[in-house]
Each structure stands twice: as C-alpha cells, then as structure tokens.
C-alpha cells in the first residue's frame, strides 16, 4: 500500500483532539474499506514490520528521539498479539516491554505515575507499556476498593479525583513531548459478541486454556462502566502530542496494520537519520582501514 493511502487509513482512528468524541462512533469490526484475507493480511503486515525494523535502526543510531507505545483495552482484545507481531522485526536492544499488573505494597506507597515513570524508555528506545497510568482512571474509577487501597489521604479522595487525574496524566503526556518522547496511545477497540467468542474459545479448545481468568468474565459485568470510562479518558487526553488511536479489534489482521502503521508514520515524521560522520572521523576510519590492510 502507498503512503497516501496509508495515512488517509490511518487518519480515520486517529484522535487528536476529545471535542465532540464518542466511542460509539467507531466500529469494532472496521477493515476500512480494505477487504483482505489472512494471507493477503499478513504479507501487508510484513511490509509494516520491515520499514519499523529500518526506522528503528536509525532511531537507536541517532540517539535523540524516545517513543512510548501505550497499550489499553478490555480483556481479549488482542493487545499481546499485537506486541508479538508488530514488533517482531524490531532489534531487541533497542525495545522495552512492560507489562503493568496490580501494584504491590511498595507501588502503592508512591504516587500513581512512579512505577511507570521508572519504565519509560530512553532516547533511541521504543518502549512498550501493555497497560499504563490509565489503568488509575479507568479500572479504579469502575472499581471503587481499588482506589480505597491506594492509601490516599481523605482530603484528596473527592468527587473530582478523575478529573483531576486526567489533567495530571494530559500534563505529564505534554512534559513527555517536549524532552523529545513521543507517547502514542492504543486503544484497542473490541465489541462485547467478539470478546464473548475470545472467551469461549479460551474454555473450549484445550491449548488455550492458560489464557483464561475467571476474573475477565467478573469485569464483562461492567462493559458499559468500562467504556464510559474509556470515552472520558480519551476525551480528555487526546493531543496532537500524544495522540489516542482508536483501533478496531474484532479483526485480528486489522487491528495489527493499524498498529504497525501508527508507528512508522511516527518515526517517519521524526527525520530520522544515522549520526553524520565528521572529517576528523573519516581520517580516523582511513587509518583503520590502512591498518587493516
């Protein structure tokens, strides 16, 4: 696929500004007008994982860029797979995962965005976050005990606490931008009948049957709090910065292009090239050649 077309796709998920945003405007089962089967699918896919394997190279090289790939979702939407297959080119040195569970005790004694500040990626890395500082606006503002474990004074727990968490992590996204990190944020957009099937299948073929947790069906019960949650929480954090991709994943082979496709226009637009070599460098690498013979 050219690059016009590509960033005219890429253009329909993309969220820059929370005006006027509501989920239920995209579709989940989405392709974009792209009709492929999962061959056609993955040779495009291929050709995604090439060029970010060529950007990131020049990305280590030069050294002066970060990138922060945010993963959120319902459960079974897709987010590991993603990472396994859109990254599966990218040069290990130069990528970080993590994958944020519930904090411990030590976690829950520092403020909300420390465990995650600690796992940021440095310059010439893209760093992987499966989960985020979301994760304080989306399954604490459903989930009311888990907000009662974080040991906030009781001054501060009020009824603006959300609001006021969105303005801390828009403002932190903004701080991120300007030291040279660039934050994209996925979310990874699966409707309840796709997850439904995800689940079952977890439970009725046996190799998958290590991916199932009672505790994703205890959360199905409270779809539409967590999608409220989701709607308000872009809303309020989507920039042209740090902006919020709304990709649909009913469709595996989908969700993965958009994904892949995010990515490389971002590093595109970053002018990325390998470190200039001086004069002096130059006779140096001469001499070396001489030597070598």
Not at 103 to 132: C, K, Q, T, Y
Request: aromatic content about 10%; charged content about 30%.
């Amino acid at each position: 696929m050219d690059a016009k077309p590509r960033r005219k796709l890429l253009a329909r998920y993309r969220i820059e500004s929370g005006k006027g945003f509501h989920l239920k405007d995209f579709d989940p089962a989405d392709t974009g007008g792209l009709k492929l089967d999962k061959d056609a699918g993955t040779a495009l896919l291929q050709e995604g994982v090439e060029r970010l394997s060529a950007l990131q190279d020049m990305l280590y090289a030069q050294d002066r860029w970060g990138v922060l790939c945010i993963f959120q979702a319902m459960d079974a939407a897709g987010k590991d797979g993603v990472i396994k297959h859109v990254f599966s080119g990218v040069n290990p040195q130069g990528c970080h995962v993590t994958s944020f569970k519930a904090p411990g005790p030590v976690e829950l004694d520092h403020d909300f965005l420390w465990r995650h500040v600690v796992a940021l990626p440095a310059r010439g890395m893209i760093g992987i976050h499966n989960r985020s500082w979301y994760e304080e606006v989306l399954v604490a503002r459903v989930r009311p005990e888990i907000l009662e474990r974080q040991k906030l004074p009781p001054a501060l727990h009020t009824k603006h606490i959300w609001d006021q968490r969105l303005e801390d992590i828009a403002g932190f996204e903004n701080y991120l931008g300007r030291q040279g990190l660039v934050v994209l944020k996925f979310f990874l957009h699966v409707s309840q009948e796709e997850q439904r099937n995800r689940f079952l299948k977890r439970i009725d073929e046996p190799e998958k049957n290590w991916k199932f947790n009672l505790g994703d069906v205890a959360e199905r019960r409270f779809w539409n709090d967590y999608q409220a949650a989701y709607e308000k929480a872009i809303r309020a954090t989507a920039s042209a910065h740090a902006p919020w991709f709304v990709v649909p994943a009913d469709n595996k082979w989908f969700t993965r292009l958009v994904v892949a496709e995010a990515l490389a226009e971002a590093l595109e637009d970053l002018d990325l090239h390998y470190p200039e070599v001086t004069a002096e460098e130059r006779d140096s690498l001469a001499a070396a050649r001489r030597e070598l013979g």
